[in-house]
């Protein structure tokens, strides 16, 4: 079955930048998307279609895929992005998700 | 606007049977499928199978095949989990979601509030 990996911490400083990676076989084929978890709610959708925003997502997101790799980027970063964030891919009709990485804003 | 309103946290017994209802308003119930998604206790996200509203159609994932039924009922816009020969391990917090498609891809744009199911022995 097809795999997602995910650092499962990244620390950034406010208002720099943070990149979040996926990694999977031929991930640049395929169609990443990306959604962010604070703690004891519903994760929201913030990248789709490797680098699509949904309405209402700050422009601070962006994503990027190509090769093995996924990134979504965080430029500006504010203390309230800190959550965790999931990739995701579509393979042979499943969902696949990558484990998740914690996100520190420090 | 989209909305998807999760049935109430179900506390079972090992062995026994839950079912999770997910009532969906603001958008055409028949025109997105629903996907099922968990959350065990501190851990990541793991999808559990798809349903397309408009046929009943469903896509489970294979760990799951044989335990879980997807169903829907049009005519209130509501889905269905059902998980049965429940372990601890299900202990969790059940998604449902709906997935948008486009370009060959997936994805899931609407999630529930989440039903927290407890497996106890």
Redesign the interface.
């Known amino acids: 079955?097809y795999e997602l990996t995910q650092p499962p911490s990244v620390s950034v400083s406010p208002g720099q930048t943070a990149s979040i990676t996926c990694s999977g076989d031929k991930l640049g084929n395929?169609?990443a998307?990306w959604?962010q978890q604070k703690p004891g709610q519903?994760?929201?959708?913030v990248i789709?279609?490797d680098s699509k925003r949904?309405s209402g997502i700050p422009e601070r997101f962006s994503g990027s895929n190509s090769g093995n790799t996924a990134t979504l980027t965080i430029s500006g970063t504010q203390a309230m992005d800190e959550a965790d964030y999931?990739c995701?891919?579509?393979d042979s009709?499943?969902?696949?998700?990558?484990?998740?990485t914690k996100l520190t804003v420090l | 606007q989209v909305q998807l309103v999760q049935s109430g946290a179900e506390v079972k017994k090992s062995g026994a049977s839950v079912k999770v209802s997910c009532k969906a308003s603001g958008y055409t119930f028949t025109g997105y499928y629903m996907h099922w998604v968990r959350q065990a206790p501190g851990q990541g996200l793991e999808w559990m199978g798809r349903i397309n509203p408009n046929n009943g159609g469903t896509n489970y994932a294979q760990k799951f095949q044989g335990r879980v039924t997807m169903t829907r009922d049009t005519s209130i816009s509501t889905a269905y989990l059902e998980l049965s020969s429940l372990r601890s391990d299900d202990t969790a917090v059940y998604y449902c979601t709906r997935g948008s498609e486009g370009g060959g891809s997936s994805w899931i744009d609407y999630w529930g509030q989440g039903t927290l199911v407890t497996v106890s022995s």
């Open positions: 079955s395929k169609y998307s959604y519903s994760p929201v959708l789709y279609q949904p999931y995701q891919a579509w009709s499943t969902v696949v998700f990558g484990g998740g």
